[in-house]
């Protein structure tokens, strides 16, 4: 039998978020970078995620020659750390060039802007020792369906990670799709669709997905089968644990804190698969609460911790036997009750 998986922790800067919602101010003061390394290495997370301007502040503003150089000072900034950098992500969605989408938009000049930038975000990672870029298609989507054709978009998505392959022959292009929010509807919503985009690429096998438990429940799907799904293409490459109630908007609470049997069950199926033996990374993607004091500032990302770690025990003890004599009756009513007694404890 295989040998339990250690597995590694990873969060990114975004997480250390100074509760501002659309309603309100920050309720938080902002933490420098330093402050944030210095937290996830008292946390006990080996890695950090990093979009392209987390890596380089104000990364618009400065030439390519001088965005490579910080990059290069940032990996012997992480490497006296021993901090990991696990994937890097273009921020498409919060430039005035991206407002109708990146590799959507209407506009030829703006899909040109988000290819250039998402090629940067592949030289950036390659600069900070990682292989891995993440692509949350946060604004590839509509607000009004008739604005855009959904198959000329698929056409444009595809053109675009062709792109990005093209530009690095070892990059890994890692999906993470979201079914709403920035948009009313987002071309990519579902693993499902990210690995099937994936066939319509020059290298498919360089292109896999990253699964955020709340945007798969945002989907209405569970993600412990979203796992299973994708890791059954050996294509679930990096992760976003989190948790939500239910259909509003992306509340990224901490692990578990919504729905522990939800919870219970993606644990479950990244044990089942085998989920961090290639070195991939748990990351939480979480935020803290709006009603959060700074002196607490860490503990949604603590918390997810311990509750997985946790959730792994459960997995690991679970009455396997029970459940399996259980199931061969087709008596579920009573394995219902033993996955419930054995989440409570007993
Ligand atoms: C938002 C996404 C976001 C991404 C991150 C990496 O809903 O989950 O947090 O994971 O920007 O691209
Ligand atoms: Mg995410």
Known sequence: MAKPTQYRFCVGPWNFSEGGDPYGPTTRPAKTFDWKLAALKELGFEAMMFHDD?????IGTKSAAQVLKEAKELK????????VAE??????????????????????KQRRYAIDRSKQTIDI??????????????????????????????????????????????????????????????????????LAIAQLTRDPKRVGALIESAHSILAGLDPADEIDFAMSFGKLWSLHLNDQNGLKFDQDKP?????????????RALERNGYGRKGEYVAFDVHPFRTTREEHFLKHLDNSKKTFLRLVEKARSFPTKEADALIADRNYQDLDQLVLEHLMGK
């Open 76 to 83: 012997k900034r992480l490497d006296g750390e021993g901090i």
């Open 255 to 267: 692990f578990g804190s919504a729905n522990l049997r939800v919870a219970f069950n993606q644990v």
């Open 87 to 108: 994937m890097v992500a273009p921020r498409l969605w919060f430039a005035p060039e991206t407002i109708d989408g990146g590799y959507t938009s209407n506009d030829k």
């Open 125 to 194: 990672a390659r600069e900070l020792g990682t292989d891995l870029i993440v692509l949350w298609l946060a604004r590839e989507g509509t607000y009004l369906r008739e604005s855009k054709s959904g198959a000329r978009s698929t056409e444009l998505l595809v053109e675009a990670l062709d792109a990005m392959l093209k530009h690095d022959k070892q990059a890994r292009l890692c999906i993470e799709p979201k079914p709403n929010e920035p948009m009313d509807h987002a071309y990519i919503p579902t693993i499902g669709h990210a």
């Open 54 to 58: 987390d890596a380089v502040p104000e």
